[in-house]
């Protein structure tokens, strides 16, 4: 029953490999985001989802490439991993309204390490 | 870039109220001010939001300055478990800024047993 999963938690895999990160939320959101946590624990915004529609990309590396394939769902795909890439990844959801009065639900993170 | 000021960090003595300030002197009328934190690593957690009006829920207490130029996030019985990273945000309406929540570096309360 858990709002927001993501999967997998944990990620070890060799540069230049390709890998995917699972998102689902069974909160009935509209909008779905994915928030990189770098080393020095900064939360940033990489993309945003509303009803399977990209809204925001942050000059993410064309490497990452994000994939919604119902609103429900907001995968991320990494081509040709690097060192850099390694960090927390967290994926989120909430309503869609243009407000702002609605927060924010995330999952637990998927730590990626690359080697 | 995160429109708020936090103090880098804050200790609290166990079973004492937390106080945790926020300068967001650049505000817009139409933008709310939330709370979140992150306990070790796990995801943010959401705390609590408002627009003008102090907010209470059973977590926190929210209390907003008149002019909305700055808050302070109230945690009324600190417990260890409350050791958190806690962020201040400063939430514009869409479609500015993708009406979306942009993080700074928080405070990061301590609480002593």
């Known amino acids: 029953d858990t709002a927001v999963s993501q999967t997998p938690k944990y990620l070890v895999t060799q540069m230049g490999n390709d890998k995917s990160i699972k998102c689902e939320q069974n909160?009935?959101?509209?909008?779905m985001y994915w928030y990189k946590q770098d080393s020095k624990k900064f939360l940033k915004i990489m993309f945003s989802?509303?009803?399977?529609?990209?809204?925001i990309n942050e000059t993410v590396p064309n490497r990452f490439s994000p994939k919604s394939p119902d609103k429900a769902h907001l995968n991320l795909h990494i081509n040709s991993l690097e060192l850099g890439d390694s960090a927390v990844y967290f994926c989120?959801?909430?309503?869609?309204?243009?407000?702002?009065?609605?927060?924010?639900?995330f999952g637990s993170g998927t730590r990626l390490t690359v080697v | 870039d995160a429109k708020t000021t936090q103090p880098p960090s804050m200790d609290c003595a166990e079973g004492r109220a937390a106080n945790l300030p926020c300068n967001h002197s650049t505000i817009s009328g139409n933008e709310y001010v939330y709370w979140y934190r992150q306990i070790h690593s796990q995801g943010p957690q959401y705390i609590i939001h408002g627009l003008k009006n102090n907010e209470t829920n059973e977590m926190a207490s929210l209390i907003i300055t008149e002019d909305r130029k700055s808050s302070t996030l109230i945690l009324p019985h600190a417990t260890l478990r409350d050791t958190a990273v806690y962020y201040c945000i400063v939430r514009p309406p869409f479609p500015d800024a993708g009406n979306m929540l942009t993080f700074g570096g928080g405070t990061r309360l301590m609480v002593k047993p």
């Open positions: 989120a959801s909430s309503p869609w309204e243009r407000t702002g009065a609605y927060g924010y639900t």
């Open positions: 909160l009935g959101h509209d909008t």
């Open positions: 989802y509303n009803n399977k529609e990209l809204i």
